[in-house]
């Protein structure tokens, strides 16, 4: 049986989406990037995640990095 998943609510798709890359980019950013991209009406939002999400875990981990130095964690 071939079922599908009917995605009706673009915008509530995309605002989740957000709440993901942002709170946790490295793991369930990537992750939910990648769903966004296999599905066809959501391509092209998946590889704005999925750049969204590798620029702003680089920056976290830049910054965990810079903070962990000063304060000798």
Do not use: C, T
């Not at 509530?12 to 890359?21: F, N, R, T, Y």
């Amino acid at each position: 049986m071939d079922e599908k998943v009917l995605l009706k609510s673009k915008q509530k798709i995309l605002i989740i989406g957000l709440l993901i890359v942002i709170l946790n980019p490295v793991f369930a950013g990537l992750i939910f990037s990648l769903f966004l991209r296999s599905e066809p009406q959501f391509k092209k939002e998946g590889n704005w995640f999925l750049i969204l999400s590798l620029i702003w875990g680089g920056i976290l981990f830049a910054l965990s990095a810079r903070f962990s130095q000063i304060f000798g964690f």
